[in-house]
């Protein structure tokens, strides 16, 4: 701000002022060597651009796009997916980013295909050149021949019908074929997401990412708009279908501008989730509060995010406790993520003291496999099949069972069609998984059954290889 000021009083237009200042800043940032930071660049020129747009009194135009277009871009916000024409676009590919960074989790719920980390040069490819995307396989297939991409178009179509056909069973249970029944329930982000989840038959939410409220706005929620927007959320599912509201889960690559926070050489490894609520103890309370006021909507219950020691699920615990007395209201369910692999691995401790868990599969693979969850180099290894993540899946349920607890999987592997069959071996009894997934995933559990569920589990905890987890299991056609 300062440094376009000073080139406002040198005689420079507002508008001009401010472009070479958002430019230089963003420029500066891309060179950082801290990925995360780096990243932040693009945010800066999503932002610089916005306000130059109302400089200059220029309406932000609606790229129009033909239809089946794929975009490839540097990277996109998640600004820019909000607008995205879905009529249109139908995939995207961007060169920065991983599989689970946030923009890919948004993409996901949206039923987009897409990929990140890819090469520089296919910013190269002219307009209108044709390109077969495949998110499955996370490739991008150039100069593909004409009868591929006929056989691309078809398998398209036949994947629409079965979507179509899908959806007319989605409002029943996921019950396998020797009568085991899985809880089929959604990720959600908002009271938007909420409505389409239900319209896609959830039997309820298994994660509200509460920090997804908190960054859409320009400052903190007040105890009251938190308690209605939870409390509308509660009404869309109504009186019998369950909701988990996580509380706050910001730091790491979620940072909150308007949160004074300091610097962190490893946010990831930092003030992140349930720290950051012990640190700023008011921003938890007042969540909390708002929790539990709405609590009596629907069937609610709290689930703290990063827990890695007991300590730290009692202090959490503590502050859920000391408001609900003050508020004088009846107590909640009370679950946590299993995303740190401590928590995993003393998990038969925690489980003692809370009502259920929910695995965090996108950081609990980070943090096992020490592998950034959002680096583009890293994303083809960061796979939540690896056996290693597998073993501390089972040693949480296992913890679980001990006392009598259930254990749900809320990551990005729980909507993965190869991990479905392991997940429910393992013993896991519900699935939090992408809004547009659910009625294929309903689908998906029908035609299975626990005991091949079971077998399949066992023989992938032996392999040595995500890749041999894998093969184990072939992709459903
Ligand atoms: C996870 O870590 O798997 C998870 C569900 O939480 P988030 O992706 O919001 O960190
Ligand atoms: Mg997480």
Known sequence: MDIATSAINKGKSAAFAWQQ????QAAQLAQLDNELLAERANDIRDVGMR????????????QK????????????????MANLDRERVVGFCTLAGGTTSHVAILARSMGIPAIAGTEPRVLDLANGTPVILDGTKGTLRLNAPTEEIERTQSLIAKRKAKQAADLQTAFGPAVTQDGHQVEIVANIGSLKDAEEAVALGTEGVGL???????????????????????RSIAEVLGPDKPMIVRTIDVGGDKPLPYLAMAHEENPFLGERGIRLGFDQPELQRTQLRAILRASTAG???????????????RMAKAMLEEERQKLNLPPVEVGIMIEVPSAAVMAEQLAKEVDFFSVGTNDLTQYTLAMDRGHPKLAPFVDGLHPAV?????????????SGKWVGVCGGIGSDPQAIPILIGLGVKELSVSVSMIPAIKAQVRSLTLDHCQI????????????????LVPLPE
């Open 21 to 24: 200042t958002y430019t230089t």
């Open 51 to 62: 306000v130059l747009r109302i400089l200059t009194g220029v309406e932000a135009t609606e």
């Open 65 to 80: 796009y033909p239809q089946n277009t794929i975009l490839l871009a540097e990277d996109l916000t998640p600004s820019d």
């Open 208 to 230: 509200l990412r509460t920090e997804f409220i908190f960054m859409e706005r320009s400052k903190a929620p007040t105890e009251d708009e938190q308690t209605g927007i939870y």
């Open 299 to 313: 069937k609610l219950r709290v689930m703290f995010p990063m827990i890695g020691r007991m300590e730290e699920l």
């Open 390 to 402: 597998l073993r501390l899946i089972d040693q949480a349920v296992k913890g679980a069972q001990r």
């Open 456 to 471: 399949l589990a066992s023989q992938a905890l032996d392999l040595e290889t995500a890749a041999a987890v894998r093969d």
